[in-house]
């Protein structure tokens, strides 16, 4: 079997996001994601509506982390809240803004994200695979070669975990992250 160029883990936001990126990149991807359907904590996100994000300023944004937001700023100033909406428009959900700067999808509904974010991964060329829990990275002198899973190993050059913390265990949020990286 030829290699994956990337493996992403975890199909969440972040894990949809970064596998969407890389094969529209050119990548060949592979999103793994172990519960039976990706973006499960983004679908309880704002109460299942989704807060999706908040169009405040950067340095106000930024404010909200305390001292330890500064690391952020060089990643929102490359990808901030209105980059986010124009993909979102390209993907057709439509959002609204609400007290606050919440901006919420125009449907209330998470799952409209959700299956955007999916439909579009899948559109640019990303394999998915369901119930597909990550046992180990492979490394092979000194450099990743695979990924373990019940299945066997999947050969990769590169991963990207993108599994979140251990905050929603009935999301698939139980910190495997950790123990891999």
């Not at 970064?18 to 999103?31: F, S």
């Not at 609204?96 to 901006?103: L, S, W």
């Amino acid at each position: 079997m030829k290699p994956y160029d990337i493996i992403v883990i975890g199909g969440g936001a972040a894990g949809l996001m970064a596998a969407g990126e890389a094969a529209k990149a050119g990548a060949k991807t592979l999103l793994l994601e172990k519960m039976s359907t990706p973006g499960r904590k983004l679908l309880i996100s704002g109460k299942g509506r989704c807060n999706i994000t908040n169009i405040a300023p950067v340095k106000a944004f930024i404010g909200h982390f305390g001292k330890n937001g500064r690391f952020l700023y060089s990643a929102f100033h490359r990808y901030f809240s209105d980059d986010l909406l124009a993909f979102l428009d390209d993907l057709n959900v439509a959002t609204v803004t609400e007290r606050g700067g919440r901006v919420f999808p125009a449907s209330e509904s998470a799952a409209d994200v959700v299956n955007a974010l999916v439909t579009w991964n899948r559109r640019v060329g990303v394999e998915i695979r369901t119930q597909m829990p990550v046992e180990q990275l492979k490394i092979t002198d000194n450099a990743l070669t695979g990924v373990r899973t019940p299945q066997g190993i999947i050969p990769t050059r590169a991963a990207i975990l993108t599994t979140g913390g251990a905050s929603y265990p009935g999301t698939g949020s139980s910190g495997d992250g950790y123990r891999l990286a």
